[in-house]
T-cell receptor, first 111, second 112 residues
């Protein structure tokens, strides 16, 4: 079946540090890949997505590239801010199947 | 603000009880999804409705049921509640099944 594995947190970084959150997947067919972010006390928000191999999704300084050869979709940001503190979820959808989420990675950015 | 509303925001109840969670999708969205988020299980898909009909089912217990009404709002009914049902329940909506899902703020259920 479809599954997503993402690095366990929590991840604690200083402001302006480089962020990488690893995500790998197993899927049948050609999945679409997503990163969602959950700020404290809120629901999930779509951060970025990619629908085919080599696509790069980007938003708010975050980027992730769909790598079919390594079945990965790692999230990166060059310089994190305190306001980026949240839980980040990698997810996939293949065909008409529902979204499958990773367990989430909590990021704390300290000033 | 995603445009998806959920009520109530918090719910505290006792074991064995029954509760109803309500979700109003974004204007124009026909599809509604329910998810359960707990510390041990993570974010789990429960069920999807599209324009009033059940479209997909995930790890939903038999004690749980849902429906989508003609005005497209949805309700998730949880009965014979157990301590382990304590979780955040999210509703999401999309125009159609393959479109981006927008999440509501969630209902936090505490079963004592």
């Amino acid at each position: 079946g479809n599954s997503v594995t993402q690095m366990e947190g929590p991840v604690t970084l200083s402001e302006e540090a480089f962020l990488t959150i690893n995500c790998t997947y197993t899927a049948t067919g050609y999945p679409s890949l997503f990163w969602y972010v959950q700020y404290p006390g809120e629901g999930l928000q779509l951060l970025l997505k990619a629908t085919k191999a080599d696509d790069k999704g980007s938003n708010k300084g975050f980027e992730a590239t769909y790598r079919k050869e390594t079945t990965s979709f790692h999230l990166e940001k060059g310089s994190v801010q305190v306001s980026d503190s949240a839980v980040y979820f990698c997810a996939l959808r293949s065909g008409n199947t529902p979204l499958v989420f990773g367990k989430g990675t909590r990021l704390s950015v300290i000033a | 603000d995603s445009g998806v509303t959920q009520t109530p925001k918090h719910l505290i109840t006792a074991t064995g009880q029954r509760v109803t969670l309500r979700c109003s999708p974004r204007s124009g969205d026909l599809s509604v999804y329910w998810y359960q988020q707990s510390l041990d299980q993570g974010l789990q898909f429960l069920i999807q409705y599209y324009n009033g009909e059940e479209r997909a089912k995930g790890n939903i217990l038999e004690r749980f049921s849902a429906q989508q009404f003609p005005d497209l709002h949805s309700e998730l009914n949880l009965s014979s509640l157990e301590l382990g049902d304590s979780a955040l329940y999210f509703c999401a909506s999309s125009v159609a099944t393959l479109d981006t899902q927008y999440f509501g703020p969630g209902t936090r259920l505490t079963v004592l």
